[in-house]
Each structure stands twice: as structure tokens, then as C-alpha cells.
């Protein structure tokens, strides 16, 4: 096995690793919806409750979810690629002609989603050019069914779960 250098390689590599993809969100402070897509989420601890994901340092959505003081995690289904493409790219309005609800908390989530999971954040750490993030879960929910939308060597991919 060759041994590869550098952020291409690193890129490369890891991407041999499928992720599934989540819609961190919440109201913001003028009580519009924001939020990204993440693929990097995980399950911390069952006891308490607690989730890890990474963000971006140059986000401009995560501020504004991390001031709500509560968020939502969407965990996407195959058939929700156009509502990744749309949390996925820059800009205020990403939420423009999606579906999505808010709790009464504010976390925002998205309807359809294999999984929600309503967080308070616990802990935020710099972490190279991304914020670590710890949340507590406070609520969550389940489909029955269906199969995840995962992300593998830079493609959108699908699990033939359900």
C-alpha cells in the first residue's frame, strides 16, 4: 500500500470512509431557519445523552444556530439529496422551498428525515479549521423505515437498508 502526504491525499483517503449526512438547524434570532449539512456526526455517550459534530470555522450559519441555544439534527434519507444540496451551500436563505418544522424549542427539523434528534450545546472546542461540538440530546424520534443518504469518495451514495 503506497503511503500518501498532503490535504488531497488526506481527502482521498477519508473519503474511503461513507458518512451519513445530517441538517443541523434552528430559529434564529429574528425567527428564520438556519442551517448546514454535516457529514461529520456521531453518537458520544449514552449516558448522558450526547452527540459530537464538527462544523466548518468559516460557516456563517453555524453563529447564528449556536446563539439559538438549542438545534435540531436531521439525519437525511436517500430520496433528501436536494435538501443536502441546499443546506450545503453558502448563503442566508437555504431554507428557501424546503419543508421543515420548527419544535417548540426552536430546533428545526426536517420532515421525512430517517432521524431527529433535538440538542442543546454542551461544549465547543477549535479544532484545526472546525469547531468540535458536544450536544446533549433532549428529544429524538425514528422512522420505521427507509435507507440513508451517505456521502462516499466525493459522490452522494445510497444504503440499501430498508
Do not use: N
Amino acid at each position: 500500500m503506497e503511503r500518501l502526504t498532503g490535504p488531497a491525499a488526506f481527502r482521498e483517503v477519508l473519503g474511503a470512509f461513507a458518512s451519513g449526512i445530517t441538517v443541523v438547524a434552528a430559529l434564529d434570532g429574528d425567527g428564520r431557519p438556519a442551517g448546514l449539512a454535516c457529514q461529520s456526526f456521531a453518537s458520544l455517550s449514552l449516558d448522558p445523552p450526547l452527540v459530537l459534530l464538527c462544523v466548518g470555522r468559516s460557516s456563517t450559519s453555524w453563529p447564528r444556530i449556536r446563539a439559538a441555544g438549542r438545534f435540531g439534527v436531521s439525519v437525511l434519507a436517500e430520496e433528501q439529496r436536494a435538501v443536502c444540496e441546499a443546506l450545503g451551500r453558502p448563503g442566508d436563505d437555504k431554507f428557501a422551498g424546503l419543508d421543515w418544522e420548527a419544535g417548540p424549542d426552536g430546533a428545526v427539523r426536517i420532515p421525512g428525515a430517517l432521524a431527529t434528534l433535538d440538542c442543546v450545546p454542551e461544549s465547543v472546542h477549535e479544532a484545526g479549521d472546525h469547531h468540535l461540538v458536544t450536544a446533549r440530546v433532549l428529544g429524538l424520534a425514528a422512522r420505521a423505515d427507509g435507507s440513508p443518504l451517505l456521502y462516499f469518495r466525493s459522490h452522494y451514495a445510497t444504503g440499501a437498508f430498508g
